[in-house]
């Protein structure tokens, strides 16, 4: 541990920062940002001479004069091609040399060890290129559209967007979104087989080998056909590895070749410039250009995963050969993208020389071509080019320790570990323990909690009945699930009348909904038939985004009014009135599942999704970093149990500063988030659980606000409402350290449903 008091100039100001070089370089950037409000993504830091210090710097040596600049527009881009370089050249000289003779050694074995059969790489590949060809048909095409609910996946995506912020995304932009959309759902929509079940019965079956398929079954490309025995009846199931798309857009079943097949032609009648890559190690999967990114991006639609390119070495503990991209206009060698170990893959080439494999690509790609004009072929190339420079700078990156692979989802346990592609189930995910701070795009929430008050102050004022008030809400929410229902662009509906006493009560107070309708960009207006009708105020995304959270706050102000002893205006208050809801805050987190268990999850007032952290069942953290800086006494708080596995519910509050101070506990915390040390020396002191702790400075130096015991979730979804024990403390970031999780034996995640955060009345 290395104490240094820093003294960093941001434009005309000086500011005096104590740091621990324990803590880490985000910490520092973290600290930078209390002061500044710049935040961690758009800071480079100077030191002396103007070098750039980094996560890579010995913070105990660097000058104590530095310099903060905010990174945007083209300097972000400087920035980003700055440290592109700086990770090429990471790789110290000799580091660089050792990789290059292994490589020459490599291609000198290949020569000794090669058959030059450059037939058999023809003919592995010649198949794969009279498919893609299929991708042009306008008929395939136009079929594969059919399928797809385009509206519903271009509002997810538009969702997508918005929940980032993004409620005006370029064209660019959607088509991206879209694109991950049609990968998850295709997901979903596509069935893995690995043993048909029987078309007699349904039950399972078994392998009995091969079959001739007959002439219904060559008609879509099946030159092989597996036969599975039912293991109850007896009877004969044929399964056709059928080879034309347009079958499978019928079939929706197969293995990795069916489903990279089919997905890219979905890819190919969205406009998506897509090629299929072949691995000759026995894998299929897609390629799309993204112009967002400036770059081809792969694409798994076998385990949903995108833009992960080492997953397969990485994750599965793959040993990679051949890697083909395959093309209407091209065939192209991208081994190297798949790879950091080279010189490895290198020693396994010995089909061909590097040469002649060249050679055999470079002659397909012509043939390809050859219809193609001039200026096309000139432009294919420059990209062509462009796309081996990438690869090649790639190939010398140090590796991202800080993300994990996931190994091979698809398939069953015992085919998966046959082909040495299982990793064990609880570790088999895509995550990441070093998180970036992330903005909550979260305004809506706190807009709709805040609209649910006067709601209530109606609901009292016209019936103290509880059973009434529950049916008023239901008969908004029945609404609302009506017009969620419609095509998202043009929702409207009329408000029904309902008769019952509920119903005429709701009519007399539905102005009293006008904030919340608000809240949820919505309106009433005068229908052409005299009827009131709800429909969209402005931006239907930003409809989208608030519905779920609409409907899980009515479910709760319902559940919470049933709770009520009596319903009266002494009811108006916390935990049913949910008031003052911080928002549009910092988070930063020790760990997160990608793409769907980010931190900030936690804080987008839904029941769909949650914060996950996969190494955190023996420990872990969030920090919340109110928006603007602002100083503000948190009164009361809210956990909510996320939708599955109560064994990785967090369990109990104790007090773990019995023995160590803030700064000692802050170094344990992230000098490891497991925590090791708290095995022995601490365990005299400290129980499972979690603590929750203010900030006056940003987190420099923490204070204990609320300490809990014998706390724990009985179902899904559940809310747990707490007001703080320690109140009256200004604070402008919180922190929460869960020590535990319900079964940190059996489980190592950690995982929350929701987190809200109730500041006082100002």
Not at 36 to 45: G, M, N, R
Not at 372 to 392: F, G, K, Q
Not at 612 to 623: D, H, K, Q, S
Not at 632 to 648: G, I, K, Q, T
């Amino acid at each position: 541990m290395v104490a240094r008091k820093f003294a960093v100039s941001h434009n005309s100001s000086t500011f005096d920062v104590d740091y621990d070089t324990d803590d880490g370089f985000e910490v520092l950037k973290y600290q930078l940002f209390s002061l500044t409000s710049v935040p961690p993504d758009q800071q480079k830091l100077l030191g002396r001479d103007d070098q750039i210090v980094s996560d890579e710097s010995d913070l105990a040596s660097i000058s104590d004069k530095l310099r903060l600049v905010s990174i945007d527009g083209v300097e972000e881009a400087i920035a980003a091609e700055e440290k592109g370089k700086s990770e090429i050249l990471a790789m110290s000289d000799e580091e660089f040399a050792r990789l290059l003779q292994a490589e020459e050694e490599a291609l000198m074995m290949q020569h000794f060890v090669s058959s030059e059969n450059k037939e058999q790489v023809d003919q592995r590949i010649r198949p794969y290129v009279n498919q893609v060809q299929m991708y042009e048909d306008p008929h395939r095409q136009e079929m594969a559209r059919k399928t797809v609910p385009v509206d519903k996946l271009e509002e997810k995506a538009l969702i997508s967007l918005g929940r980032e912020g993004n409620y005006k995304p370029t064209k660019v932009e959607q088509d991206n979104a879209f694109l991950l959309q049609l990968l998850f759902w295709f997901k979903q929509s596509f069935r893995w087989v690995n043993a048909p079940p029987c078309d007699s019965c349904g039950n399972e079956t078994r392998n009995q080998g091969m079959g001739v398929a007959n002439s219904s079954e060559t008609l879509y490309g099946a030159s092989r056909v597996e036969l599975y025995r039912c293991n109850s009846c007896s009877n004969i199931t044929r399964f056709p590895r059928y080879n034309d798309p347009l079958k499978l857009l019928e079939t929706r079943k197969g293995r990795c070749g069916e489903w990279a097949n089919c997905f890219t032609l979905y890819c190919r009648a969205f406009g998506y410039d897509s090629r299929l890559i072949l691995d000759f190690t026995d894998h299929v999967w897609t390629e799309c250009f993204s112009p967002s990114l400036g770059r081809w991006m792969h694409l798994d639609p076998c385990e949903g995963i995108y833009d992960n390119p080492l997953l397969y070495e990485k994750g599965w503990k793959k040993s990679l050969n051949y890697v083909f991209a395959i093309a209407k206009d091209g065939v192209h060698d991208v081994t190297k993208r798949y790879t950091r170990t080279w010189p490895e893959v290198l020693s396994r080439r010995n089909i061909v020389s590097e040469p002649s494999l060249a050679a055999v690509l470079s002659d397909i790609t012509t043939e390809l071509r050859k219809t193609l004009s001039a200026e096309v072929i000139s432009a294919l190339e420059e990209r062509d080019r462009t796309e081996m420079d990438v690869i090649e700078q790639e190939l010398y990156c140090k590796d991202d320790t800080s993300v994990s692979l996931p190994g091979r989802l698809s398939g069953d346990k015992e085919w998966r570990i046959a082909r040495s592609e299982f990793v064990s189930d609880e570790k088999n995910c895509l995550s990441s323990s070093s998180c970036p701070v992330r903005r909550c795009i979260d305004d809506h929430v706190t807009k709709i909690y805040n609209a649910l008050s006067p709601v209530l102050s109606k609901l009292i004022e016209y019936s103290s009945s509880k059973k009434a008030s529950a049916e008023i809400l239901e008969i908004f929410r029945k609404i609302l699930v009506d017009l969620k229902n419609l095509p998202f662009k043009t929702r409207r509906t009329s408000v029904k009348s309902v008769s019952s006493s509920s119903g005429d009560i709701f009519s007399k107070m539905l102005v009293s909904f006008g904030q919340l309708l608000d809240a949820l960009s919505l309106k009433s207006e005068l229908g052409v038939n005299g009827s009131i009708d709800i429909c969209l105020a402005s931006d239907p995304v930003k409809t989208s985004v608030a519905l779920p959270v609409v409907f899980h706050a009515l479910d709760d102000v319902i559940y919470n009014i049933g709770q009520c002893a009596t319903l009266d205006s002494r009811s108006l208050s916390w935990p049913l009135c949910k008031l003052n809801r911080l928002c549009s805050g910092l988070v930063l987190a020790s760990g997160e599942e990608l793409p769907f268990g980010i931190a900030t999850c936690a804080f987008d007032g839904t029941r769909m999704s949650k914060w996950e952290e996969p190494n955190g069942a023996a420990g872990c953290w969030i920090i919340y970093q109110v928006a603007g800086n602002q100083m503000v006494e948190l009164e009361a708080y809210e956990l909510m149990s996320a939708n599955d596995a109560p064994e990785r519910d967090p369990k109990d509050w104790y007090d773990i500063l019995a023995k160590y101070s803030c700064d000692e506990i802050l170094s344990i915390l992230q000098a490891t988030y497991v925590f090791p040390a708290f095995e022995t020396d601490i365990a005299i002191s400290v129980q499972e659980g979690w603590v929750l702790e203010g900030s006056e400075n940003g987190g420099s130096s923490w204070h204990v606000l609320d300490e809990r015991t014998s706390q724990m979730f009985e179902k899904r979804f559940q809310r747990k409402t707490f007001t703080v024990s320690a109140p009256g403390y200004l604070a402008n970031a919180f922190r929460f350290r869960f020590l535990a999780v319900r079964d940190k034996n059996a489980n190592s995640r950690f995982q929350i449903g929701s987190i809200d955060l109730y500041a006082g009345s100002s």
